[in-house]
């Protein structure tokens, strides 16, 4: 009891008063405008769904989960969504485990209101199988430090990692094709989320004269103001939720005010939290294909890693938009699951001398199967060849990913094609660079240094908007 | 321990707990005073907290490290926030591990007649006077010799916390750079409590004082003389 007391933090007379006075006359104690928000800074974990958010001193960890489970009897087909808080210890002394504080609490509803109520995240999506098997989505909410204004950043680390979470794919089988498979990333490539929009919370901290008004107060102003507001919008001017929790009554006129700055502020992190996603996809893509043992040097050109790294996934992706017609379409290899099939592989390309090299190639294309077959322990070369014949007819699309999700419909057609054709078809990430392994002497002609894949017109990463 | 170094060597070094700093049967006769983070065990004084070892004339040592916990002792002084008033203490908030006491009667010409009226969350400047480990400190308003000395209330300006390091820094002579590059172009006043707080006061600069002195925690002297440099001109 006595060092709880002893911990906890206070606010003297004096800086009370000194924020205030230099608050009517513009002044913020670390210097910023009272309409400016602090240093923002979003990073990714390993994980797809792990998010850091860092505003200021304030600092929020977003994980993002799935489950399968059965649905709410009164929606049969649409997935949930909940959202979790932690209010560590370690970020502040007043913080105490157990339960949840009053403010706690009210962090995770505006969280989970602006993403619900907006319908941010499509529930339709995360349905497997009607009134059986949804997809349940976890959002758990780590706050490591609290400097201040945990809601704006709480919400930027559920949005970011939202964004960079993928579900595994499911797909119907046996018999009646009541049994619902849930392939591994090995596998096939898991999905991201559809989302719609992007909610972003902007909070407003009123103080005791008039018409005094900041946007992210931080801790020590958090302690001094009377009042506060959050309004949650999206970057289409579409208000999506609006918290005023008690305090000083304020005029209509002031709120409509907040609500144009916030509109501002909500299209400037929208597009921060944006190319924070997208230069992480980029970097995942990257890895994925840094994963591939094969990198072939036989025409003496650069080697495969060092040409990955200088474009950026953009213009990957548009090279290789540009130069391919048609060509059996297998995605990037997630090598793990298919050593037999690296081997078979890399002995395949060693054969083909610069058959998969294309000038200033960004992807190595070796022939072979792809990783994500199910037929992924090892195919035999004779059988390969009749599919791949069959194949080039079949399959002209390499279709490329979007979080939006047109993988949707892309995903049905493995389904259609005749069983004994590899379903190689499996839908791309974003910006990612295909790594076709072709490994049969046959596709060695077609595979001429002008690769002709027909592709989809790339569309712009990350749109969710 | 077998090794026992002379003191002279392990002044102004690092120093870590558990290290002999004094071995007190060859001194004689002496009085040595100790302060934190020193220890006496029967013929040896050895160290209990890591920082730098230092020695002031003519026979005190402590030692010294800089974190964001203070950890009182006494003759220090500090900045502490008022939490609450008793009969006989107010209850005062110095950033340690306890909470400390202030004796209502501990300043100038204080009697019961005319004990002063502290708000909750003012800002005083005292002196520890006692610092015993497990008890709560004590503190006063005045000097060794019963003076005001400019212990008390501070009325106006803005606090900020540091690290301890930082606010010795600060308190050191000569100036440290900070302090001298912002006061040859601003004029500012402030108080610096050894646990940590800072109070500057200034008509009008006191947001541009306190974070360059923020900013200059782990800044050597010339990174600071350049980034108060580069303040001032933004400013202009």
């Known amino acids: 009891m006595d060092t709880r007391l002893a911990n906890t933090w206070r606010l003297t007379v004096n800086?009370?008063?000194?924020?205030?006075?230099?608050?009517?006359?513009?002044?913020?104690?670390?210097?910023?405008?009272?309409?400016?928000?602090?240093?923002?800074?979003?990073?990714?974990?390993?994980?797809?769904?792990?998010?850091?958010?860092?505003?200021?001193?304030?600092?929020?960890?977003?994980?993002?989960?799935?489950?399968?489970?059965?649905?709410y009897r009164d929606r049969p087909n649409e997935g949930t969504l909940s959202i979790f808080t932690e209010f560590s210890p370690m970020a502040d002394p007043s913080f105490?485990?157990?339960?949840?504080?009053?403010?706690?609490?009210?962090?995770?509803?505006?969280?989970?209101?602006?993403?619900?109520?907006?319908?941010?995240?499509?529930?339709?999506?995360?349905?497997?199988?009607?009134?059986?098997?949804?997809?349940?989505?976890?959002?758990?909410?780590?706050?490591?430090?609290?400097?201040?204004?945990?809601?704006?950043?709480?919400?930027?680390?559920?949005?970011?990692?939202?964004?960079?979470?993928?579900?595994?794919?499911?797909?119907?089988?046996?018999?009646?094709?009541?049994e619902v498979i849930v392939h591994p990333p090995e596998e096939r490539e898991p999905l991201p989320l559809i989302i719609h929009h992007l909610p972003i919370a902007v909070t407003f901290g009123f103080f005791s004269s008039e018409s005094l008004l900041v946007i992210d107060p931080t801790h020590h102003e958090e302690a001094v103001m009377v009042g506060k507001m959050t309004a949650t919008l999206n970057a289409n001017g579409d208000v999506c939720a609006i918290q005023k929790p008690g305090g000083e009554g304020v005029l209509q006129s002031v709120i409509m005010q907040c609500l144009r700055l916030a509109s501002r502020m909500a299209s400037d992190i929208t597009k921060k939290i944006k190319d924070a996603v997208e230069t992480y996809n980029t970097e995942r893509a990257l890895?994925?294909?840094k994963r591939h043992p094969t990198s072939i040097t036989l025409d003496g050109s650069v080697n495969l890693k060092e040409k990955l790294n200088e474009p950026s996934g953009h213009n990957v992706v548009n090279e290789l938009s540009r130069k391919h017609l048609?060509?059996?379409?297998?995605?990037?290899?997630?090598?793990?699951?298919?050593?037999?099939?690296?081997?078979?592989?890399?002995?395949?390309?060693?054969?083909?001398?610069?058959?998969?090299?294309?000038?200033?190639?960004?992807?190595?294309?070796?022939?072979?199967?792809?990783?994500?077959?199910?037929?992924?322990?090892?195919?035999?070369?004779?059988?390969?060849?009749?599919?791949?014949?069959?194949?080039?007819?079949?399959?002209?699309?390499?279709?490329?990913?979007?979080?939006?999700?047109?993988?949707?419909?892309?995903?049905?057609?493995?389904?259609?094609?005749?069983?004994?054709?590899?379903?190689?078809?499996?839908?791309?990430?974003?910006?990612?660079?295909?790594?076709?392994?072709?490994?049969?002497?046959?596709?060695?002609?077609?595979?001429?240094?002008?690769?002709?894949?027909?592709?989809?017109?790339?569309?712009?990463?990350?749109?969710?908007? | 321990m077998e090794a026992k170094p002379s003191t002279a060597n392990l002044v102004d070094k690092i120093v870590v707990p558990g290290d002999v700093v004094l071995d007190l049967s060859s001194m004689t006769n002496q009085t040595i005073k100790l302060g934190?983070?020193?220890?006496?065990?029967?013929?040896?004084?050895?160290?209990i907290k890591a920082g730098k070892l230092r020695f002031s004339k003519p026979n005190k040592y402590w030692v010294e490290s800089s974190q964001k916990r203070y950890v009182p002792c006494v003759e220090d002084t500090v900045l502490g926030i008022v939490v609450d008033c008793k009969a006989d203490n107010f209850f005062v908030d110095i950033r340690g591990p306890t909470i400390a006491f202030l004796p209502v009667l501990a300043f100038e010409g204080g009697t019961r007649r005319n004990i002063p009226k502290f708000e909750i969350g003012s800002l005083l400047y005292v002196r520890v006077v006692k610092a015993n480990p497990g008890m709560n400190p004590e503190l006063s308003c005045t000097d060794a010799s019963g003076k005001a000395a400019e212990f008390g209330l501070l009325k106006d300006g803005y606090m900020f916390e540091t690290s301890t390091g930082l606010s010795r820094m600060l308190l050191s002579s000569p100036t440290c750079p900070v302090l001298e590059e912002l006061g040859k172009q601003l004029s500012f006043e402030i108080a610096v409590g050894l646990n940590?707080?800072?109070?500057?006061?200034?008509?009008?600069?006191?947001?541009?004082?306190?974070?360059?002195?923020?900013?200059?925690?782990?800044?050597?002297?010339?990174?600071q003389k350049i980034m108060v440099d580069k303040l001032l001109q933004r400013i202009k």
């Open chain 2, 196 to 223: 940590g707080r800072v109070n500057a006061e200034s008509p009008s600069t006191v947001v541009l004082v306190s974070n360059a002195i923020m900013n200059s925690e782990s800044l050597s002297a010339v990174q």
């Open chain 1, 326 to 465: 048609e060509k059996p379409r297998l995605a990037s290899a997630e090598n793990a699951s298919s050593p037999g099939n690296n081997g078979e592989g890399e002995s395949k390309s060693s054969n083909f001398g610069r058959s998969s090299r294309r000038d200033g190639a960004t992807s190595n294309f070796v022939g072979g199967a792809a990783s994500w077959d199910p037929y992924s322990r090892g195919v035999d070369s004779d059988f390969l060849k009749a599919s791949l014949a069959s194949r080039g007819t079949l399959t002209p699309k390499k279709k490329q990913q979007d979080p939006t999700g047109e993988r949707k419909p892309n995903e049905s057609k493995p389904e259609e094609s005749p069983g004994d054709v590899i379903p190689t078809t499996s839908a791309m990430d974003v910006s990612e660079t295909g790594v076709h392994k072709g490994g049969e002497k046959t596709l060695k002609d077609a595979v001429k240094p002008k690769h002709k894949r027909k592709k989809k017109a790339f569309s712009s990463t990350a749109d969710a908007s």
């Open chain 1, 15 to 71: 800086e009370k008063r000194f924020i205030e006075t230099a608050l009517s006359s513009g002044i913020r104690i670390d210097g910023r405008n009272p309409f400016e928000y602090r240093k923002l800074s979003i990073k990714f974990g390993r994980e797809d769904g792990s998010s850091e958010v860092q505003l200021g001193q304030t600092h929020i960890m977003g994980f993002v989960t799935g489950q399968l489970v059965q649905p």
């Open chain 1, 287 to 289: 890895r994925k294909i």
């Open chain 1, 96 to 178: 105490e485990t157990g339960r949840p504080s009053e403010s706690a609490v009210e962090l995770g509803r505006i969280v989970d209101r602006g993403l619900r109520e907006s319908r941010a995240v499509d529930t339709e999506s995360l349905c497997v199988l009607a009134g059986k098997l949804v997809w349940a989505i976890r959002i758990d909410l780590h706050i490591l430090d609290n400097g201040g204004n945990l809601v704006d950043a709480a919400n930027i680390a559920a949005l970011a990692s939202l964004l960079t979470f993928r579900r595994p794919e499911c797909s119907l089988g046996g018999e009646d094709d009541l």
């Open chain 2, 36 to 47: 934190g983070g020193l220890r006496q065990e029967c013929d040896s004084v050895s160290v």
